[in-house]
């Protein structure tokens, strides 16, 4: 058995009657008296995975006087663990039901003594119900059955590679199994992901169920599609979008495609280590308004959360300040993914009230690459689901991989089962990291206070522990250079760097083995550095992202001809396409915005310090051309920015 029951009930005597029933019955028990205890265990026992709980319990041991009692108690245990499943076990034949706060899966009398009533539901509940994953159940049984195929995929089921002498290495490398599992939409048993009515729709239950929301849906060409899937969704032409500068750029591709209006966001600047934040919670609420009162027709609001960097935004309260506004809410959540499965990492923008969230499975639980989820709370929903689903058929492929699907099913059924034992190790485990790197000389772990500007300091901002950024200046080498140490030396891939920094991920994969050879590795290069003088910091002259106006649409500009010209002629001229330094990978043009003479100079500092700029050519930048200018403003395509510093 590999989940446990907890037994909630105050007196000891018939406690310990129950625990025998249910025990006897192949029932793995726990069992408390009191609040405290039962917080404890939750905490510390990840396979607790049912309550069975009394109305009423004292709060602490010893002290029958204070109580707690009905959705009070129920939503603490909540708090704690939302995934864990409760039951009111009680001598109480009548309830309350107003105030059991929606948390309660069932109910058990003990005046009917039918313990064999408790267990088919338990089991019913986490064996019938959260430990299933019907989809890759339903894989594994077709690919068992070996039937011959007479249809796509052209490999049929490997036998067209796994007898070749050319590429007989490319089937023993995978193995026999991805090849049957990778078949086609032809098999009905198997369901549409276009159309789902069987078991991927039972997926998408159980994930909606996992995740908080009312709906889910699985992507298969990730988070960037599904971004745009919603942003044409939620907006037509003509509507405006409030995006924040540091997001990621299919939302900027999304804007474009729905022909939306965007109205950008500044994030906050560390300029002491290059890291875009979150944006000021008064700029995005003093945006808000402004653009009301401009007269722009702002429908939705898109932010990143977590950022890449681990900051998160106090959610909560932005989501009701944008719906106070009758603004729709778009989270991000590429990089937040597990945050409903631990306390630590509560609330997710579902739980916050969201209308939407969009995932990347594959970045932070076990999916495949590009497997990712997108999540509905949206209470309006119904009324362009079919449009919703016309746009998810526009971006989604008629044959996508099976195989993808079946990692979603199981990455939820994982997180749901496990999820919470996962994260707490994980927590674990970046103590553990960030004491011993900070044990180094050289080598130093940001903290909260490091990674945010002063613009956000009262903004509730919190750090994710898993992201782990570390302040490499003292070694005298670049980022790039330890970066390049770390692989070539120590065989160690890390996440990302940017100009003295560089960030690893805890990710539910990682092992005290890993762990240790990281800092190893680290060790050995600090060694290596000898006296070498620290780099300097960076500056505010140094690093910046300037928000120069837009002048046009992004939609009509993007679809332009313009003309290629040298970056040092583009003053004054409305950028065609996105120029985006990597690292930080954040645009520093948009098209439809006007280069100012600091983009300019800001892009020739990115290029003398190496770093790779998507969007220029040999020095050279697409631009409108004056007669192209001339016919957007003839059209009525010209826009009046808000523009944020």
Not at 217 to 232: H, V, W, Y
Not at 329 to 354: K, L, N, Q, S
Not at 467 to 485: N, Q, R
Not at 557 to 583: H, K, Q, W
Request: charged share 25%.
């Amino acid at each position: 058995m590999k989940y446990r029951v907890l037994l909630l009930n105050p007196d000891a005597k018939t406690n310990e009657i129950e625990f025998k029933e249910l025990s006897s019955r192949g029932i793995n028990m726990v069992t408390a008296s009191n609040v405290e205890d039962a917080c404890r265990l939750l905490r510390e026992d990840g396979l607790i995975h049912v309550i069975l709980t009394e109305w009423k319990l004292p709060q602490v041991p010893g002290d029958s006087t204070r109580t707690m009692s009905g959705s009070e108690l129920f939503d603490k245990f909540k708090r704690i663990r939302f995934e864990v499943t409760i039951f009111l076990f009680t001598d109480a034949a009548d309830l309350p039901y107003s105030s059991t706060g929606g948390d309660l899966s069932g109910y058990f009398y003990k005046g009917d003594h039918d313990y064999d009533d408790v267990v088919r539901k338990i089991r019913s509940e986490v064996i019938n119900s959260k430990n299933r994953a019907p989809f890759f159940d339903k894989l594994l049984e077709y690919s068992r059955k070996s039937k011959d195929s007479w249809h796509t995929p052209g490999h049929s089921s490997g036998y067209s590679i796994k007898n070749s002498v050319w590429v007989r290495d490319f089937y023993e490398f995978f193995g026999a199994n991805i090849f049957r599992a990778d078949i086609s939409v032809s098999v009905p048993m198997l369901d549409s992901l276009l159309h789902p009515t069987g078991v991927i729709k039972e997926a998408h239950e159980l994930a909606a169920r996992a995740f908080s929301a009312r709906y889910s849906f699985f992507s298969t060409n990730g988070t960037s599609t599904a971004n745009k899937i919603l942003l044409q969704t939620l907006l037509q032409p003509g509507d405006a979008i409030l995006l924040d500068r540091n997001c990621h750029k299919s939302v900027h591709y999304g804007t474009i495609l729905s022909g939306a209006e965007p109205v950008y966001l500044s994030p906050s600047v560390n300029n002491r280590y290059g890291i875009f934040g979150p944006v000021p919670k008064k700029r995005i609420i003093s945006t808000m308004d402004k653009a009301i009162a401009m007269g722009k027709k702002l429908k939705v609001m898109i932010l990143t959360n977590s950022t890449y960097d681990g900051l998160i935004y106090d959610i909560a309260d932005i989501v009701a300040e944008a719906h106070k506004r009758n603004v729709k809410v778009i989270v991000d959540e590429a990089w937040y993914g597990y945050a409903r499965f631990h306390p630590h990492f509560y609330p997710c923008a579902m739980e916050a009230g969201a209308d939407y969230a969009t995932q990347s499975t594959h970045k932070t639980m076990s999916a495949f690459s590009q497997a990712s989820m997108i999540h509905v709370n949206d209470p309006e929903f119904e009324d362009i689901e079919d449009f919703f689903m016309e746009n998810f058929n526009m971006h989604t492929s008629t044959s996508p991989q099976y195989p993808m699907i079946a990692s979603l099913d199981i990455a939820r059924k994982q997180m749901v089962m496990e999820g919470y034992s996962l994260l707490s190790r994980c927590i674990e485990l970046s103590e553990t990291l960030k004491k011993n790197i900070n044990s180094l000389g050289k080598f130093r772990v940001l903290e909260l206070n490091d990674l945010i500007s002063d613009e956000v300091k009262g903004d509730n901002i919190r750090l994710d522990p898993t992201k782990i950024t570390i302040d490499v200046s003292a070694t005298g080498f670049s980022s790039k250079e330890v970066e390049h140490y770390l692989l070539e030396k120590h065989n160690i891939q890390i996440e990302k760097t940017t100009f003295n920094t560089l960030t690893v991920l805890i990710t539910i994969g990682a092992t005290h083995s890993k762990l240790n050879r990281l800092f190893l590795a680290l060790e050995n290069i600090e060694k290596m550095s000898g006296t070498r003088r620290p780099k300097k910091h960076l500056t505010r002259n140094d690093f910046f992202l300037d928000l120069s106006p837009m002048k046009f649409m992004p939609r009509f500009s993007f679809y332009s001809d313009g003309e290629a010209i040298p970056l040092r002629d583009a003053e004054g001229r409305v950028a065609t396409n996105m120029v985006t330094p990597y690292p930080p990978g954040i645009p520093l043009l948009v098209p439809g915005q006007i280069i100012s003479r600091k983009v300019i100079e800001a892009l020739n500092y990115y290029r003398d310090y190496h770093v790779e700029i998507h969007g220029l050519k040999e020095g050279r930048i697409n631009v409108l051309s004056a007669e192209e200018e001339a016919k957007l403003e003839e059209y009525g395509y010209r826009i009046y920015d808000i523009c944020e510093s």
